[in-house]
């Protein structure tokens, strides 16, 4: 029996729907949950999270992946995303999966890339029970990526001109069109992700690029190797994604290869715990 594929329709507490895609593995005992970063959607770029829910249906994990709101086919506008918005998003999704699903999970892995990450760590701090966490390219500290930014990416949208504008508009824009509002803001200058990762119980599992051109990797490997809960990867010539620097596309046999490394990374953390 292959796994099932489908839509779902999920309405949060404050009056947002959450566009998903669930797969159903056979003879599942786990469920992964996948959460994208910010200006992306529940597919990921180069369909990370459809490859990923494959090769994890393969090993009879099932999945969830789900556009936050403001983000894909999810309701919302792009202001309306912020951290807090991301907790309710997650915390509703994690609730829809005990009452989907009869007799529940034995257990919940997350799956965080980029600025998708943090709200797995701050949820497993505040009690959600997850086996395991998995971090690819995560936005650990708000400060080093966006507030007084280290990579070129960031410093194109996170600069004195950017932040004029939130005080005459209410936002700025990253990369030119999606709207950070002065309330996500702010709750990036209150709240550190590299903090909290040191002190949660699930085992952890953090890869990131060395050519990473948005989010600084040394961020991860400081934080990585002074904690013992985690177990980091920080693999050669990475971008912010599953590709090699310079092939955008994904194309070439290096990037082929470091996808499929990646991928199963993932996929065996998950299944160890």
């Known amino acids: 029996m292959q796994a099932m594929e489908r839509s779902v329709s999920i309405r949060t507490p404050d009056g947002y729907t959450l566009a998903g895609i669930a797969v159903d593995a056979e003879g599942a005992s786990k469920l992964a949950i996948l959460c994208h970063g910010i200006n992306s959607d529940k597919q990921e770029y180069l369909s990370m999270f459809p490859k990923l829910a494959a090769r994890l249906a393969e090993s009879h994990v099932s999945s969830i992946r789900f556009d936050f709101r403001g983000h894909g086919e999810s309701s919302g506008k792009s202001q309306d995303f912020d951290v807090v918005g991301q907790l309710i ?11 989907q699903y009869k007799g529940g999970f034995l257990s919940k892995a997350f799956v ?56 005459k508009v209410g936002y700025l824009l990253l990369d030119g ?34 050519g990473d051109g948005m989010v600084p990797f ?16 920080i693999l050669k010539d990475m971008d912010h994604g599953l590709f090699i620097v310079g092939d955008d596309e994904g194309r070439s046999q290096r990037s082929i290869d470091l996808e499929d490394k990646v991928l199963g990374f993932i996929v065996e953390h998950i299944r160890q715990y």
Request: aromatic fraction near 8%; include cysteine.
């Open 89 to 99: 998003d997650l915390s509703t999704v994690v609730r829809w999966s005990d009452t």
């Open 177 to 210: 069109k999606f709207r950070v509002s002065a309330r996500l803001l702010e709750e990036m200058k209150l709240l550190h992700p590299e903090t909290v990762v040191r002190t949660i119980k699930p085992p952890v599992l953090l890869i990131h690029g060395s």
């Open 112 to 167: 965080g890339v980029s600025f998708g990450a943090p709200p797995g760590i701050f949820l497993s701090a505040t009690g959600t029970p997850f086996s395991s966490i998995s971090l690819v390219a995560p936005v650990l500290s708000y400060s080093r990526t966006f507030l007084n930014p280290e990579t070129k990416w960031a410093k194109a949208s996170f600069n004195e001109c950017g932040f004029e504008q939130v005080l």
């Open 218 to 233: 040394q961020v991860s490997e400081e934080i990585g190797h002074k904690t013992p809960n985690i177990e980091i990867r």
